[in-house]
């Protein structure tokens, strides 16, 4: 992907305005088939309603956009700037996030109202930029869709989070493309050459800002796993005693073990003497052959103990990425769940899409790392503290969203996100 | 009211069935004004989503009735039993009640379709109840609407709660009935004679279990407020420092205070420079006429002890409301918020309807008190423990729902219900 | 007891300043057998470390009495105003009460040091207290010496919490009067009469303010069992099945059972396939025919429920208790633990001493009650919600602290406390 | 120091036995100051009573040595093995740690009498050590001291909370060597090459297995504070609205800030107009030219952004110090409390010693970390997530405890520790 600022400067808006309406009608697709009931509910703290998720990517554009940039603009409702708010505390006072699912209105309909108007706004904008805001707006346009389509994978975990509390099972989709019957690649070793290697993005084209600067790490030789571990290789740690065998968990993990009785990753059902896991498809026997996923850190670290093996760094995650095309099982998949994939003696498999892919590395800064100026500082460097790296992607990723370079991070005990692991070992 | 059970026996089912229809109907008209999404919200543990209590209502008639009594009746979903029962522990596992807003299946369209289902059904059953079943189905579907009138009640607190919570102060309704503007009447004192007095339904049409039986209680002379106290009694007690000493309260009262930062009824906001109370008919200012509302236990009697008096015992407010017609402010009158009512020297005003008063009397069995039998005996009595008896009805009660005898009962620390009080002293 | 104001009126204060040593030196004994280490402990925020319990029974006397009728006392820390005010919100602010068991200095020496300091000024008091407030520091100094006295059964039940903490079960003492081998006692029924009777306290001697005033209420004719449910009894509750019966239990006390897992009174132990039971003399084999002890209320209720019976009120509860002797097992008899009592056909047993009894009814003031003057008025009022009364004295209460007209209260969900119950019946 | 499996093997154990002397004692001699009753209390889950600590660390002994080496051995009660097992899950259940501060006994004396008996067995072990054992042995013994030194900083980091917890603000003790009168000395900036540089411990001499392997890593140029922030420096960041100002935090932080309502660092107080510090010596005028301590890693951070800055990682840390004689403010110098140093143009001041320094590194394992074999290997590698490293050592770290390549760590809200920051930039 070019970078849109010099498509602006070169060719006027087409190419951003087109992508622009199509993050935008990605978004409303996904809830296209959810009930007006679905999109109210906030099912745990750290999700939000669906119809929140709506309104507040196009808060996103209205405040860091229409507001700055477009003469008259006028809000349909003032009090949006504080409901939609998710975490700028220097734009002003979010509204508390753990009663998101406490607000009825305003209601899906009203909501819908609101992004038309903010589309109509935007296209304002960008059909006549101002000439001197021209590549702040392009940048900042760019973002707004990079952060759309972030909350389009939230809305897939959260709409997987929210039907899973209710006992009827339902699906969110019946018409899902239906997983292949591949068998399960056997597991081989890639292994890869120590020594100073450049990570981290070099600014062509778009990236989040904890991706920069590209810079220097030193690694030791190191083996990564040809693919993700599967639910049969995980139903093997399950049988062998692994949620019961503190020596395999870090001490905060065995906590939540024995906090929230974990025994099986999230969604799996044991109904009938057989194992089941719920998907954005319904209830569906396990399959064996697919990643397994729905994993915390702690998870992903007690299996690779077990395993005899540790997860790979991010930095050694990427060296071995970088390598590979980019291609898996995303969104446009429309498989919304992992699935096996074919053998390939010669690369590790299913590197993107499928499962993002728990590292051994927390998330920190890069060395020289600089945040956004401004507000717009708070959407990445805030959270360095508390999370560990995933990477790769799953397939509830845009295509168009990943690169070998992003980072995506959650805190260790979270197992709502389409997370899984690869293992790693000494060369 | 005549006893269903009799106008059976005589003349059919008529009447019953009527009274079915009357009352089934006033539940769906409450939920008319209120978009999907208003009805999906449980905005604390304590309130639920108003679909729930829609499809709650009507699980009670398939649960108790249509199962037992109406032979080849097929429920449409057979987790329903388990989604809407409430509290019935010998029936099933209920729902976890905390969780009920996390359920957005089935919809409103489906439980207004299981309402009719049921409704069907039921005209099947009241058409042709078998003989020697009668009697109970008669005293069953007398229950059953008596349970939906409460729960309709409910509704109106429920919806005020929800709607509470948005910073956009939505309005239920914005065509209620508007306050008449009434004067504030002078406080008098009402003078009762002390000895020998009998309390309790006498089984003389329908009551709960819990008001019975009738019995006597040993009263000493007293005396009782003539209307009770008012939104700008209240401003004295607030501007006095009532919410800042201590000596006025019951210990848990003062805890709760300090904890939760109580300094005003609920629902009273304090917004440039003015009081405002939010209503089911949106934000207004104070009406310093009408009767106090929203109150806890706690603050009626810290506000009592203001005072110099005491709240009156759940037989002393009976003895002097049985000598007086039942008539005042309630949900019939569509106000739906307490108001002002014009002065009269001879007898107590108000006390029926405007808001129920919180009693000095915990809620305990009566002297020989017997629950109902099976399942229907966990409909009151296993709740005599903790809170504390409240009397006369209120704003958002149906006015053939209540009766002198009618004990209702909330948490000393409760707040959402329709809540005030009326002074007592000795004579 | 003579009233000590008249014996200080008519003979100068000798009995009353005997009394006061004897209550002093008893508050020391009981803390003799314990370690330095053991008086430091809070083992949940109701229990308070010994060496607290020893300072603040003499803060009393230093705040009402001391500081306000002995010129020029002087305390040796001002601190201890705030450390040792247990809950006096008026006098000043009390130390956060779940915390005094962080406090480590004073020691235990120091406590002691102080209570010979207060003891010391109360003898220079009590040997020439002014004229003009002779009366009302007699009166203080009963209500002190009282006061005192119920944190000397406190001391008891808290020092029993604190061992029990430890696995390693150590015993308080080990010398303590062995139980008797009295075989139980067959359970009989004794009849009383209804009508109109008269309960609390006449003024004659001394009496809590809640005890007062007396009163009349009307009784329905009622039995009593002969005997407390003994520790036999209730394993036959057990056996049945009686903490997995959803329908025997009150709505809050099944929410207990589930929440906490209750399946057994506090303090027994299942051991080695025998019940045992922790007590102050160390862990003992389950004695089957001593009373039931350490049962919250929810317990006893669902055990009345079980045994077709219920508790008795309060009132007909102090009918029963006024005619009989006031003898029984206290803390005189030095077994600090119930025991069985030999059978008595004409009487009811044990209706003294032994275990507190739960009775049906909400500690509530009774008609007229007034609270004493000034921060005393804080002693017994403001606790008048959410606590249920308990009647008759136990194994840790002093022989003359008791009365028939004594009203002691707990949260229905405590079981720290000697607490058993007595079935009642309608007659 | 030479590594004492070669002192062995050479001359006997007398080195090592007389190192065990030494460390025993001084647990025991840091404990004589206080009170019996400052030994048994537990001021939050992360404290443990000092006697507690006193019996930990010999059970250590007693379990990894002990039982397994000297035949015969007995320990005096079989519970201690439960009661003072801190985390070692594989070694049998440990004792709950929030629950340390409610167990009495055994007391402080029986609790010596147990060090006794270990010592004694101790010296007979090390007295005649079987020979195929010996190294194993002597390497056990001296993780066993090392392991002891850390709790007596723990005993320190302790003693303090406990007795802040008293608002008589005891001291610890009064006899301390007092604060130099050094002026603060000027900030200056020391620059460092990147490239390739080795960190972490070569395996000459005692290290914990965090610390290993030896390995490379890259960095870049960097900048490194001449002397830590000073309680003066710190003052700034408050005065300039430190604490109000979220832009300047981590999230996880900014709720810290906002949940407990930080807005010093703790064992800050300010009263009269001034601020104050509690130091183990008692309440003291702050000291402005002393490092500033206890703060939390999010403060520790949200100062360096206040200040144009950063923390230094753990890397950065290591190269500096490595170059630098290790000396300091250590436990050996009495002060107990941080305080001011003469500046010197030519190398950073105070890293080891006086506070530990926050680095902006999490704690995980180095490349091919590998921890000890069996229970033993519980003791750092469970704890590699969630907590970040900090470095030097403080003034209460024994001198001869202490490393370059030292890896100390803890949650980032933590605040107890004697922990500050030193500013790095980049060059």
């Known amino acids: 992907m ?4 010099r498509e602006i400067s070169e060719s006027g808006t087409p190419a951003l305005l087109q992508r622009f309406r199509h993050v935008r009608a990605a978004s409303e697709a996904i809830c296209a088939p959810l009930s007006v009931e679905d999109q109210v509910i906030q099912s745990m703290p750290d999700v939000s309603p669906p119809k ?16 700055p940039f477009l003469p008259g603009y006028r809000t349909p409702e003032p009090l949006y700037d504080h409901l939609f708010n998710s975490y700028y505390e220097t734009h002003g006072t979010p509204f508390t996030r753990a009663r998101r699912g406490l607000i009825s209105r305003p209601g899906v309909a009203e909501v819908i109202a609101f992004r038309a108007h903010v589309d109509r706004a935007m296209e304002e904008l960008l059909g006549a930029p101002p000439e001197q805001h021209a590549e702040e707006i392009a940048r900042r346009v760019e973002l707004g ?4 389509q972030q909350h389009q994978e939230l809305l897939f975990m959260d709409i997987k989070h929210i039907l899973a509390q209710n006992p009827l099972h339902p699906a969110y989709r019946t018409d899902l493309a239906p997983p292949p019957t591949t068998p399960a690649a056997p597991l081989r070793w890639h292994e890869y050459a120590g ?17 920069m600067p590209r810079h220097r790490e030193f690694l030791g030789d190191f083996r990564l796993a040809s693919r993700p571990v599967s639910n049969g290789d995980y139903l093997g740690f399950i049988i062998d005693g692994g949620y019961a065998r503190s020596e395999l968990w870090l001490s905060d993990g065995w906590n939540e073990v024995r906090q929230h009785g974990w025994h099986a990753p999230l969604y799996w059902l044991w109904e009938d003497d057989e194992w089941y896991e719920l998907t954005l498809g319904g209830l569906r026997p396990l399959d064996l052959n697919a990643p397994v996923c729905h994993l915390s850190f702690y998870e992903a670290d007690a299996y690779a103990n077990w395993a005899g093996a540790r997860l790979p760094t991010e930095a050694e995650w990427e060296v071995a990425a970088a390598k590979l095309p980019l291609q898996g099982n995303f969104v446009d998949s429309d498989h919304l769940q992992p699935v096996a994939a074919a053998d390939d003696p010669h690369a590790p498999q299913q590197m993107f899409g499928d499962v993002w892919e728990w590292t051994g590395s927390a998330y920190r800064p890069y060395p020289r790392f600089q945040p956004l100026p401004g507000s717009l500082g708070e959407y990445n460097g ?18 168009d969203h990943i690169r070998c370079t992003y980072r995506n991070f959650f805190y260790p005990a979270m197992r709502w996100q389409f997370a899984g692991l690869r293992l790693a070992k000494e060369a």
Chains 1, 2, 3, 4 share one sequence.
């Not at 998720?53 to 229409?66: D, G, N, Q, R, Y």
């Not at 869709?145 to 759309?148: A, D, R, S, T």
């Not at 805030?382 to 295509?399: D, H, I, W, Y």
């Open 145 to 148: 869709l990079q952060h759309e």
């Open 52 to 67: 929140w998720h709506l309104a507040h990517v196009s808060w996103f554009f209205e405040a860091f956009l229409l507001k």
């Open 2 to 5: 070019r970078h849109p600022v």
């Open 195 to 211: 020594g100073l290697h450049q990570i981290g993005h070099d600014g062509q084209g778009f990236a989040f800002d904890c991706e």
């Open 382 to 399: 805030k959270f360095m503290s508390g999370q560990m790296v995933l990477r790769g992607g799953c397939c509830a990723t845009p295509r």
